[in-house]
């Protein structure tokens, strides 16, 4: 199977190219649009499974560095971030050099971000690794956390392309194929029925997650993202129906701390979450009962939730960058399909989540 899909944003337009040979596409891209110099920038995992594979790709007249950053969430700190610019100024790096994001999402996420940052902006292309990545690598968001906050520190930066070589997710544990599975039943769920119906047809427990189910709602996935990306690229208005489930899954993350849960089992806690509220304001006709069913058969293990107090989470949500005036700013579902943003008070969502936590086990 080999896709192309086009981001149409004017002039900072490009094609996320899906398949498994996609990196015969980079080749081609590379051949056609020489840099200067190149650095890949990779994670400690993925380079000892994947780098040699990748150099193959990669033309030998084109000069090339490396730099390797801790695994997962530890890439994306303030101090990883001043280290790779340390290392691509000693290397000398000019405006016609080209940073690769050679991993998963917090790869990405920090090579944009300092692609975004260094000497005022050069371009990147996206290789990611994991299936988690198909929502990160595409719409240009790009950074870094903070102790207080994640993403709390970052630019928008479009990559130049985006390929997916499909066989780099062969090597996924288990559990991540989990944590991208969630950033695909939000799409399913923001998007009209038939994705969600379909998905949930196809993966009926944890065995059903494997590379022959996930390709084409991995697609449908992207495909929704694009559409919202194009309309309100810079998140005005529509793009913020993306953080579904986040508003609670990034200070999950924040709270009970990066690699003790992964995001992707953070976002379902905070979908699960949101389905309740939708339930509450807008008598949203899912069943969170057999949703809850679903996706523990999948695997997912809602009861870590119960090791965050409500209080230090509602601390931690307004935090986050969506909040507004102090206020906590929820996507909720008026029905699937339908997001809508919703502000909640405080005494409201110290209730539910209390109620919430009590009713996980």
């Not at 130049?160 to 039943?185: C, D, M």
Request: charge should be neutral.
């Amino acid at each position: 199977m080999e896709k192309t899909i086009p981001i149409q944003l004017g002039d900072q337009s490009y094609l996320v190219n899906i398949g498994h040979h996609a990196l015969e596409k980079l080749t081609s891209y590379l051949q056609s649009n020489p840099p200067s110099k190149l650095c890949i920038i990779s994670d400690e995992t993925v380079s000892s499974l994947h780098m040699d594979t990748l150099l193959k790709a990669i033309p030998d007249s084109i000069p090339r560095c490396q730099f390797i950053t801790p695994n997962g969430e530890k890439a994306k700190s303030m101090d990883v971030y001043r280290d790779v610019l340390t290392y691509v100024i000693g290397e000398r790096l000019d405006r016609s050099a080209l940073f690769i994001a050679f991993g998963g999402g917090a790869v990405g996420d920090l090579t944009g971000f300092c692609a975004a940052t260094y000497i005022r902006g050069v371009p990147f292309i996206q290789v990611p690794t994991t299936l988690l990545a198909h929502d990160s690598s595409v719409g240009g968001k790009t950074g870094i956390n903070h102790p207080l906050g994640k993403n709390l520190i970052g630019a928008f930066h479009h990559p130049k392309a985006v390929f997916y070589h499909l066989p780099f997710l062969q090597t996924l544990p288990k559990r991540e194929w989990r944590s991208g599975f969630a950033e695909i039943i939000k799409a399913s769920l923001i998007s009209k029925q038939p994705f969600f119906d379909e998905l949930q047809r196809t993966v009926r427990d944890d065995y059903d997650i494997n590379i022959e189910n996930v390709v084409r709602p991995l697609v449908q996935g992207i495909e929704t993202k694009k559409r919202i990306v194009e309309m309100d690229e810079r998140e005005r208005g529509l793009r913020a129906y993306l953080n579904f489930g986040h508003t609670l899954g990034h200070a999950l993350e924040n709270e009970l701390g990066y690699g003790k849960i992964t995001h992707g089992e953070a976002v379902l806690i905070g979908i699960v979450y949101a389905l309740r509220l939708s339930q509450l304001f807008y008598n949203l006709a899912i069943s969170e009962k057999q949703f809850k069913e679903w996706v523990e058969r999948i695997g997912f293990d809602l009861t870590i939730i119960r090791k965050a107090a409500p209080v230090r989470l509602l601390n931690r949500m307004k935090n986050d960058k969506k909040t507004k005036m102090g206020k906590c700013n929820f996507v909720l579902l008026e029905k699937i399909g339908q997001p809508i943003l919703k502000e909640i008070d405080d005494e409201t969502i110290l209730q539910t989540l209390a109620t919430f936590i009590s009713d996980i086990g």
